[in-house]
């Protein structure tokens, strides 16, 4: 078995199907693998369910057509708290949606990463979340016989994440103060697929002092990809920060008439390269300062 | 010498970091310039115990001032990033959050996700539950509504119940609710809690010059009103320290008009 996991992004977007449950990695606007969603955005694929804490991959993707279901637990650019296309689409009635607590979404990242059908919570009782999501409850075997919400394994068919380093053989390394989900990302899906700012030959030769920074190992990895300034406009940590002014174009563009097919190409150009030099180029991204919260 | 008062954001601040008093080494999270501000507060005066975030990933002894600084002005004294935050304190209950929800109603329950409409298509779509459902079952939780009115405050049930309040038909039988531990609601006329009856909300303190009938007609359900004291005015000392947390005056921006605490 060959471990040379480089592939194109187009390679991997072949790897897609029509209807398949997509995890995306990062958080809101933060490490979002968005070379990777514009890629989809090239595309024909659709009727997808799509599984994020939500940013701009989601807006994109619902503005598009391309999402069948999601599964959420809020979408916000931040410092636009509230994702505009991501809102049309709702106020639209065009996609179906489970929506959860932030807590329970990993939970059921985790029962689909150790292959249970299940992990039991607290977390849902006494709000709208269960009756909305059609989710059940479990009792305890125990004597204590407590009734929890049973949080159903969030199987992914592919999980599609950015990271920082990587070799060819999938070891990652994630860096910045935070990486989110991304590991149970990875652990859920069936495949996944990895953007990387850097790619390198063999890590053990270049960096073997940040080894702990591989949050999850190469067996979870089906395919690399090396990207520079693969999340923009979302932040990868430590290189760049979000782009704010980005973000704020592609709000102001879902204003009335908000017509998506008329913006579609300033915000997924025809490939990576030509994406990069529209905004700037990659000193100009790697320019961008980290954010402040 | 209405200056000397300070704002009536001040005098919020000051009733929020109340909030936080006595409640040992947990988690103290403020989400919007006052709660953030009033949890700072309360860390640098009478409860240093606090535990609190950069905002970001990074725990941190001395909270960080609002508004812009350089990325390496925080002084890291601990690691607390999403990816380990429900296993550390929000699951733990070892958290206290202070936030501004769209909606409340008579049991507490609250909304940001979406108002009117249905579930499939709603009429506004707002955030999302974020990690309401788990915060409100898990740990204490208090509110900061800017702008107090019914239509915050409700007159029926929120539209979407995005949080755990005490309404006894979300009681779904055998569920363990024993950690539902609603606090402080600061509003810009009055402070609140949960002190009436099966824990109804109570009016505890009229900020100055406020009168009970303002409040009641504000609020979209009955209070239990009974002894009601002043809201203190902010002291010299705790402007002094809001104003080193707050050097942008980020929190004139919050109440409409920035009014005095007293309205004179």
Known sequence: MTLDKRMTTQEMVAGLQDGMTLGIGGWGPRRKPMALVREIMRSNLRDLTVVSYGGADVGMLCAAGKV?????AFVSLDAIPLEPWFRKSREAGQIEVLELDEGMFQWGLKA???????????????????ELGDLKTVQSPYADREVLIAMPALRLDAALIHVNRSDWRGNVQLFGADTYYDEWFAKAASKTFVSCEQLVDRIEDHYPDDAHANTFERCFVTGV????????????????????????????????????????????????????????????????????? | MAAADGTLADLCIVACSEAFRGNGEIIATGVGPIPRLAAGLAKLTHSPELMMTDGEAFLVEQ????GPRKYDDRKKAGYLPFSRFFDSAVWTGRRHAMVTPTQ????????????GGTHQQPKTQMLGVRGFPGNTIYHPNSFFFPSHTTRVFVEKEVDMVSGVGYNPAKRIAGGNFSGVDLRTIVTNLCVLDFGGPDHSIRLVSLHPDVSIDEVLQSTGFPLSTGQTSETPLPTAEQIEIIQKLDPLNIRATVIKDNPPARRG
């Open chain 2, 104 to 115: 409340i109603d008579r049991y507490g329950q609250i909304n940001l996700s979406q108002l």
């Open chain 1, 112 to 130: 689909a990463a150790f292959g249970l059908p299940f992990l039991p919570t607290r977390v849902g009782l006494g709000t709208d979340l269960a």
């Open chain 1, 68 to 72: 069948k279901k999601l599964v959420f």
């Open chain 2, 63 to 66: 909270p960080v001032p609002l």
């Open chain 1, 225 to 293: 990809t090396e990207i520079p300034c693969g999340a923009h406009p979302s932040s990868m940590p430590p290189l760049y920060g979000p782009d704010m002014k980005a973000f704020k174009a592609y709000a102001d563009a879902a204003r009335e008439p908000g017509d998506w097919s008329a913006v579609a190409d300033i915000f997924v150009a025809s490939d990576a390269d030509a994406y990069l030099s529209s905004v700037g180029g990659r000193e100009a991204v790697m320019n961008i300062p980290l954010a402040i919260y």
